[in-house]
């Protein structure tokens, strides 16, 4: 059955920690897997997280499945999270995931039931793991012009010049805030150009949510998402709670569908579920438990939102503090645009050798596209790596 099979290629960020776990270096850095951290290097339990873990300890007395769907008072928490206020709220339904790549899965798999030679439309570049699960669901996947390395922006124009030779059989998946991995965000005027080429070409919007607050906050960072809600008849959403919530390990995610009309999402939903019966059946509920109960806690909701803030005003010290370090240090502005990037990724512009001397010569691993994870920046960190960084460059 295996002797003729080679080894799979390996996911280049999960090898790449594995690499930083066997290096015996005692100042090495680990800037690679997206995981946020706070100052002293460390992932915590939130606060209001840790406060509905122990009334959850006390009060829950069973352990017996939720459903298919999961916890629904959770998906309309997260429905309300993301959609609140738009024209699409009524006829938004969804299912709890086992975490954001999960519900990229699941919505991959309904896509290509709805439409088999669909053609799902990623940003260049996009999350590492976008194209693997799309074409492992059957999908075809083109991409369409984002980032511009010279700028080292999001390229408004090139992109909706693409977008325009979109249609009907087309998904074009967004990112929906803190773009991974670049880090540039489109801007507001951008989203509402995508409603309007969806609207008179037809194409499907999918959105992927993973960071929501982390980059301008909660409300601002479904923005451009709500734009695609208040304009187009259909859409698929995909949320994850793995960083607002910092429930990584728990697997905790959310996937909607936007119809029509009410009753075509929910006939949609009924394949959800059957895809999801087919694979793991019942999603995980503790952490999807937990985030329900914060979200409809009035205190706990309040505490989350307030520590969501200080991850997010973290994060943009962080870059600004860097920054600033690298033009004192360097004696130039080439990396002023790492302000104005969104959220936990910003995207360098060093080379693959670059990055690989980094790794070899001064035991600071990222991504071989010079991805870096600001969010694991501590501010002891900064004035070292922009002296590795004036070393290799």
Known sequence: MFKHIQGATQDAILSLTVAYKEDTR???????????????????????????????????????YVGMPGRESFNEAIKSL????????????????????????????????????????????????????????????????????????????????????????????????????????????????????????????????????????????????????DAVEEMVVVSSCSKNFSLYRERTGAAFIIGDTLQAANNAKSHLLTIARTTYTMPPDHGAALVDMVLNTPDLKTEWEAEVVEIQQRIQKIRQQFSLELA???????????PKHKGMFTMLGLTPEQVDRLRYEHGIYMVRDSRINIAALGPQLVAPLVAAIKDII
Not at 51 to 59: H, N, P, S, T, V
Not at 328 to 338: N, P, V
Request: aromatic share 10%.
């Open 26 to 64: 005692i100042n090495k850095m680990d800037l690679g897997i997206g995981v946020y951290k706070n100052e002293k290097g460390h992932t915590p339990i939130m606060r209001a997280v840790k406060k509905a873990q122990l009334i959850q300890a006390r009060e829950q007395d069973t352990k017996v």
């Open 328 to 338: 004192q240090q360097l004696g130039d502005t080439r990396f002023d645009f790492i």
């Open 82 to 229: 993301l959609f609140e206020g738009t024209a699409a709220y009524p006829r938004t339904t969804g299912v709890q995931t086992a975490g954001g790549s999960g519900g990229l899965r699941l919505i991959a798999d309904l896509l290509a039931f709805c439409q088999p030679n669909t053609t799902v439309w990623l940003s260049d570049p996009s999350y590492v793991n976008h194209a693997p699960i799309m074409r492992a669901a059957g999908l075809k996947v083109a991409y369409y012009p984002y980032f511009d390395r010279k700028t080292m922006l999001c390229n408004p124009s090139k992109m909706l010049d693409c977008l325009a030779k979109c249609g009907k059989n087309d998904v074009v998946l967004l990112h929906g805030c803190c773009h991974n991995p670049t880090g540039a965000a489109m801007d507001l005027d951008t989203w509402k150009q995508v409603a309007y080429l969806a609207q008179q070409k037809g194409f499907t919007p999918f959105v992927d949510i993973a960071y929501q607050g982390f980059g301008d906050g909660l409300a601002k960072d479904a923005a451009g998402l709500r734009i695609l809600a």
